[in-house]
């Protein structure tokens, strides 16, 4: 019970990832796979308002969304523009997530930081098995914030609107959505999720530098199983991985988890082309 | 019946393509008030393009488009739905994925405060009452509200098209090839829907395929060929569809036909 | 990227440059800049690696640094196990570089965009533990240590001299690479890259071509593993090592630097960012922010790299020595200066019998038999959504008919896939012209003789004769079709910048330069004035009296009336007539379809 819950935890963080690609990919019809990198930045964001500042978690909720929100409507400016090419956008959109990272490492060095918990170290008990509150918290906080999601993009008109904007720009505009303002609030949106996760996420993976790639990676495993656009069924994806991920660990060795996860990932592409719940296009950031 | 003297939607001197391929040149389409302004012409002659160009889908390299009498040229597609411009586009461009009721709500977006605010629960209210109106009007789409609009048939695709269209209570629609893909007996009842929407003071400009059947429902006709206007007068002006063969088949030539034999 | 014509430099200052390298150390140069040139070497043989898969051939392959460290294991272990010969460990190393290569490569076909890109970024991750997996042979997180110096025919080789050597080497395979790019290989990556479907109507098999292109790009990344395990003589993934993403992000930034479909221009990026003044002064900290910004600035605004810029500063002197005016010569004027075609082509009959094809519930075509002749031009028409599109797709291999049979002077081509389709003779334009980038007028005209005069890869790149006589042929074959098109005198400029009409012309004269048996011409006339399209009339005339069978899919009623001997009226999936334009213009059901009229008494009497 304990790999189980263990399992959860890390799925939770990768289906984080996923909400962050599949709010952006409705709103825009782009996968910004940078997302890593701005979930990094709040969890350093985290690091500095808790830590080196001493603020108070609300105030550093509040800005950790703000900047990081602010980061990722940059992105899209820069890296949405002029690209017509998928190789053009390929470089720019590693360009970004490479410059937040850059900047990350200028800023706070290459040493893995410690972000303070709320609880303290003791494990929880639950169900037979052994887990630390943080890791209950993000569990909890990945299903919320993925039920959220779900019901609010069929359930409210705004989500409604930017589900049309994915499935068809033009037909949106002309039931007169303004596709412009659904694409900037979406990366916004992504973007101050992202930075309010900082402070849960940060007792859980450290602040380091490295985190976004493997996030990154794994993050669009679940989501090629997922399908892109479907909250849901990428979440559940992502849990399963998760818990793939943590038995493998247990019973054949660290070194054969990221193996396990590329055999599936190979596949899924080659069986799956769009996923189990997915949408058929995919534009780009 | 004299036409009223100020149009609904004017393009003049339009001048449109895509990257450098120019499809239109110097077109002057007008649509009134009440009126329904067919819109003909052989393939490749422009038809689509006009529309896309009137909707704001495509950028006009000259010439302006005015949209009950403000100039819309510059204006994205949203801003002019919002103005009050319907288009439903040629193979019915339904949002699929959604449910028809969930389509029909998409169409009345631009209804309510602000038309682009987050709507609250008033808002989501007020357009269930009117697509109510929709589904008395159009009782095949309330029958499958829950379904799916990707698994209609055609027929009742075109009829969910129209009807978001509607929902957004347009001043002027745009419908590209009503007809297109349908047996002859629903391009019947589509087209007589089609002629009982200008009642309202709705106008409608319609390109069609079927031109016999388009004059016979039109107020007013232009003839586009190679992206140029060839004809542009009331329908009770045209003797009979023989006077559009020429448009149709003509083409351009630089030298005389061959003697016919 | 759109790429600019960058004539690649001939190879004298890149010799010259390789002997000054090479004569450093003997002239004084400190231990340590051998060891930063020779990594330099290193990088730019990835980028290179890079440029074949991404620049040239358009595939989001970013797996090199996975080559990387295998070619480096390999080369490690093979001086540690067997011999330390140089030779033996690059022959090791290139040939498992090939391997994983093919290997990686083979999903890659069915994988495209970003589904590869993640996967190949993907194996960049697996490194660390498969090098833990596979303790036996790399010797886990110690390494491979104390490697025995490199032996050339016998004798180990010093610092100075494994330099030497590593810079001969580098300077080897940018001759190869640059062999291989300015071929005609060269040009059908880029071909390739533009779009598939060009590809195979061009003859050009996707599939071999595309492994091929992962297979070469790999090997120099199999190359540069072995040069840095020799370098310090030690192969190690300690943290952070050479094999990280962080090594990929530099090979991505460092193939940008210098312009993707560049030769040297890997070499220049891989000098910027190995040997930049942040790298050098505070090791790895900026590494990341300066890459991230190289990537956006080069991405965004000068997206062929420092190549591109110096080409854009030869052209603007050699345009002020007085080359302009041939850029001012409009569309219009040119078609009146071409010349007729006199060549003959060698048409043959084609037969469709009785196709269908059906998409999902839709039959797209019912039973459609049509006949084209050599000698003629045999016309489609119908309105949109008639099926002619999908007819001239079936023809021509990119869709399998349902049922039918569609014969080539006999021979039976109905289901073979459109690159055989090609190969067997017959030759398409596109109703948007498909032109790609970084090629010039002329070459992207000659692309068309690509596989109906095919030459080997390897006597391109060993420049054999039968490259040459090949080179030739394709010139000579150019320019014809280029003077019987009247665009003879833009040879020389950017094929893909060119307005749609030129564009036009030269998707036409790539067709004549292929010599082809059969010319399917897919709405030739769209966007197109009254004087274009009177030209492309009297040269789709010559085209045909010239022997060939040509077919022309229009919505220009008036031109298919001038041109055509026999017309097809297609209308929902069906042939709803045909004969002579003469015939056709007054028919009934030709009425009904373009105009919606109902068949009267006056129109039947026609009948």
Not at chain 1, 2 to 28: D, E, F, K, R
Not at chain 3, 306 to 312: D, M
Not at chain 3, 505 to 529: C, H, K, N, T, Y
Request: charged share 15%; net charge neutral; with cysteine.
């Amino acid at each position: 019970m304990t790999t189980v819950l263990a399992g959860l935890s890390v799925g939770a963080v990768y289906a984080l990832v996923t909400l962050g690609y599949n709010i952006v990919y409705i709103g825009s019809g782009a996968l910004n796979f940078a997302h890593s990198n701005l979930m990094t930045l709040g969890i350093f964001l985290a690091y500095w308002g808790l830590v080196q500042l001493g603020w108070p978690i609300a105030a550093v909720i509040v800005i950790a969304a703000l900047v990081v929100a602010l980061a990722a409507v940059a992105q899209e400016r820069i890296a949405i523009r002029p690209l017509r090419h998928i190789q053009g956008q390929l470089v720019t959109m590693v360009g970004t997530a490479t410059l937040i990272t850059g900047i990350i490492e200028i800023i706070w060095g290459q040493q893995a930081l410690t972000v303070p918990s709320f609880f303290d170290d003791a494990p929880a008990h639950l169900l037979g098995g052994a887990v630390l509150p943080d890791d209950l918290v993000i569990i909890g906080l990945a299903v919320a914030l993925t039920a959220v999601l779900a019901l609010a993009s069929r359930f409210s008109l705004t989500g409604l609107a930017a589900l049309a904007v994915s499935e068809d720009r033009e037909a949106a505009q002309l039931r007169g959505i303004n596709v412009r303002r659904v694409q900037f609030g979406v990366f916004a949106l992504a973007g101050a999720i992202a930075g309010v996760l900082g402070p849960f996420l940060g007792p859980l993976t450290f602040a380091s530098y490295t985190l976004p790639a493997a996030l990154a990676l794994i993050g669009f495993v679940a989501l090629a199983i997922g399908g892109y656009g479907s909250f849901v069924a990428s979440a559940a994806a992502a849990f399963a991985i998760g818990l793939v991920q943590t038995y493998t660990s247990r019973y054949l060795g660290a070194n054969y988890q990221n193996l396990v996860i590329f055999a599936i990932l190979i596949v899924v592409l080659l069986a799956l082309p769009n996923g189990l719940a997915g949408a058929r296009r995919e534009r780009v950031v | 019946m004299s036409l009223p003297a100020e149009p609904l939607l004017e393009a003049s001197g339009v001048s449109c393509g895509y990257g450098d391929i120019q499809v239109l040149r110097d077109v002057r389409v007008r649509v009134w008030p009440g009126r329904l302004t067919a819109l003909l012409g052989s393939n490749g002659a422009g038809k689509t393009t006009t529309l896309r160009a009137l909707s704001g889908l495509n950028q006009v390299t000259a010439g302006s488009v005015r949209l009950l009498g403000q100039d819309v040229t510059r204006l994205p597609p949203s801003d002019r739905a919002r103005l009050g411009l319907g288009y439903v586009m040629e193979g019915k461009r339904l949002f699929h994925r959604r449910t028809v009721e969930e389509n029909l709500l998409l169409g009345g977006y631009v209804m309510g405060r602000g038309g682009d605010g987050w709507g609250g629960l008033g808002r989501r209210r007020a357009l269930r009452q009117r697509a109510e109106t929709m589904y008395e009007r159009f009782t095949v789409l309330g029958e499958r509200r829950r379904s799916r609009a990707g698994e209609l048939s055609g027929g009742q695709q075109q009829m969910l098209a129209l009807a978001q269209a509607l929902m957004a209570q347009p001043r002027v629609l745009l419908l590209d090839e009503p007809s297109g893909g349908l047996a002859p007996i629903i391009v019947a009842q589509v087209l007589e829907i089609v002629a009982e929407l200008t009642a309202d003071g709705l106008g409608v400009l319609l390109v069609e395929q079927a031109a016999e059947s388009a004059i016979r429902i039109a107020d007013h006709v232009t003839v586009l060929d190679v992206g140029h206007v060839v004809i542009d007068k009331p329908a009770s002006a045209i003797a009979d569809v023989s006077e559009l063969q020429h448009a149709y088949l003509g083409g351009l030539r630089k030298r005389p036909p061959a003697p016919a034999s | 990227m759109p790429a600019r014509i960058g004539r690649v430099p001939g190879p004298v200052v890149p010799v010259a440059l390789a002997a000054v390298l090479a004569v450093l150390p003997w002239l004084g140069l400190d231990v340590y800049w051998n060891q930063e040139i020779v990594l330099t070497i290193a990088l730019a043989l990835l980028a290179s690696g890079l440029n074949l898969s991404l620049g040239y051939a358009g595939e989001l392959a970013l797996g090199q640094v996975a080559i990387y460290a295998a070619g480096a294991y390999v080369s490690g272990y093979v001086a540690l196990t067997y011999t330390a010969d140089l030779f033996v460990s690059l022959l090791a190393a290139i040939a498992v570089a090939l391997a994983l290569g093919l290997l990686t490569g083979y999903p890659g076909l069915r994988l495209g965009g970003w589904a590869l890109a993640m996967t190949s970024f993907f194996l960049v991750l697996l490194v660390p533990d498969l090098v833990n997996i596979l303790q036996r042979w790399t010797n886990g997180t110690i390494g491979l240590v104390g490697l025995p110096a490199l032996t050339l025919f016998g004798q180990p080789l010093d610092a100075n001299q494994y330099y030497l050597v590593a810079v001969v080497i580098g300077a080897l395979w940018f001759a190869v690479f640059r062999n291989l790019v300015t071929s005609r290989h060269g040009k059908a990556l880029l071909v390739l890259r533009r779009s598939p479907v060009l590809a195979s109507s061009l003859g050009i098999g996707v599939r071999p071509l595309k492994l091929t292109a992962y297979a070469l790009g790999a090997v120099p990344c199999g190359i540069a593993g072995v040069l840095f395990a020799n370098l310090d003589h030690f192969v190690s993934p300690a943290d952070p090592g050479p094999f990280t993403i962080t090594t990929a992000i530099a090979v991505l930034a460092a193939s940008v630097l210098g312009g993707s479909t560049s030769v040297y221009g890997a070499l220049a990026g891989a000098a910027i960012i190995q040997l930049g003044p942040l790298r050098l002064s505070s090791f790895n900290q900026y590494t990341d922010a300066v890459d991230g910004a190289a990537l956006i600035v080069f991405g965004l605004l000068l997206s062929d790299g420092l190549s591109g810029i110096a080409a854009r500063l030869t052209a603007r002197v050699t345009r002020r020595a007085g080359r302009g005016d041939e850029r001012d010569s409009a569309a219009g004027g040119v078609l009146r200066r071409r010349e007729h075609l006199s060549a003959t082509l060698s048409g043959v009959p084609l037969e469709v019998t009785a196709v269908a094809k059906r998409f999902g519930g839709n039959a797209a075509l019912s039973g459609v038999s049509l006949s084209a002749r050599p000698g003629a031009v045999t016309a489609i028409i119908g309105p949109n959504g008639s099926g002619k599109t999908t007819l001239l797709n079936v023809i021509c291999g990119f869709y399998r008919p349902d049922a039918g049979t569609i014969t080539l002077g006999g021979t039976a081509i109905g289901g073979r896939p459109p690159h055989k389709v090609a190969a067997a003779g017959v030759a398409r334009t596109f109703q948007t012209p498909f032109i790609p980038s970084g090629l010039t007028v002329a070459e992207a005209v000659a692309t068309g003789r690509y596989a109906t005069a095919y030459t080997g890869m390897l006597a391109s790149v060993l420049r054999l004769p039968a490259h040459w006589r090949s080179q030739r042929a394709d010139r000579e074959a150019a320019r014809q079709a280029l003077a019987v098109t009247g665009i003879a005198n833009l040879a020389s400029e950017d094929a893909a910048s060119q307005p749609l009409g030129i564009r036009r012309l030269i998707e036409v004269a790539r067709l004549v330069a292929a010599s082809p048996a059969v010319v399917l011409f897919d709405e030739i006339a769209s966007g197109l004035d009254d004087d274009e399209v009177a030209d492309l009339a009297q040269l789709t005339r010559e085209l045909a009296a010239a022997g060939g069978t040509v077919i022309l899919v229009e919505h220009n009623f008036g031109l298919v009336l001038d041109v055509a001997d026999d017309i097809y009226v297609l209308a929902n999936g069906e042939v709803v007539a045909c004969g002579p334009p003469r015939e056709i213009r007054s028919h009934p059901t030709v009425l009904r379809e373009y105009l919606g009229v109902a068949p009267t008494e006056s129109t039947e009497r026609g009948q």
